[in-house]
């Protein structure tokens, strides 16, 4: 199975700040990079697949890039109701395999 | 949207079906999955149903978990046999993009505890 690895496991930042979000994979899995947002209680959400496609709905401020083994999902002028848990997971083959997380907190 | 049904506490060894209805698309537009979560645990693929039938599952619950879908009904079901401590999670059904490699909608979630 591919292992995917998620960093930092938790951030703290201000409203306006930029928050970025690392996801390496264990081999290569092209572009095939999924990204979601999950709060409290609630499904997760799709933000970004195919590493760095929006989502129909999502805020601009949120964006996804990378290929290969590493991937990056940039949050830019954080807002509140961005606290929440964030997931990278990789579509590249079965099982699909996901990230341990990245809860992002505002100060 | 997807609604999901058939959540409930469970001895080991026990059999559960959960279902999930699906409005305003057809479960056979493109692939269905379900994916669980355990309490403070990320997410965990379990199973998949793509075109043609075509079935995928963990290693984890292969041999012990059956994925279908019932079109007349529109709907997708997950039969879980012999249950174990270790398949209690909220179970989310989802609709998967073969093309995207997202789940771009999410059933409301069913918790599944197996306890003896």
């Known amino acids: 199975d591919i292992q995917m690895t998620q960093s930092p496991s938790s951030v703290s930042a201000s409203v306006g700040d930029r928050v970025i979000i690392t996801c390496r994979a264990s081999q290569d899995v092209s572009s095939w990079s999924t990204w979601y947002q999950q709060k409290p209680g609630r499904a997760p959400k799709l933000l970004i697949f195919?590493?760095?496609i929006l989502q129909s709905g999502v805020p601009s401020r949120f964006s996804g890039s990378g290929s290969g083994t590493d991937f990056t999902l940039t949050i830019t002028s954080l807002q509140p109701e961005d606290s929440a848990t964030y997931y990278c997971?990789?579509?590249?083959?079965?099982?699909?395999?996901f990230g341990g997380g990245t809860r992002v907190e505002i100060k | 949207q997807l609604v999901q049904s058939g959540g409930d506490v469970m001895r080991p060894g026990g059999s559960l079906r959960l279902t999930c209805a699906a409005f305003g698309f057809s479960v056979n537009s493109d692939c269905m999955i379900w994916v669980r979560q355990a309490p403070g645990e990320g997410p965990e693929f379990v199973s998949v149903i793509c075109s043609g039938y075509r079935t995928n599952y963990a290693g984890s619950v292969m041999g012990r978990f059956t994925i279908s879908r019932d079109l007349s009904k529109n709907t997708l079901s997950l039969q879980m046999d012999n249950l174990r401590a270790d398949d209690t999670a909220v179970y989310y059904c989802?609709?998967?993009?073969?093309?995207?490699?997202?789940?771009?909608?999410w059933g409301q979630g069913t918790l599944v505890t197996v306890t003896s």
């Open positions: 997971q990789q579509a590249n083959s079965f099982p699909l395999t």
């Open positions: 195919a590493a760095s």
């Open positions: 989802g609709r998967y993009g073969a093309h995207t490699g997202g789940i771009d909608i």
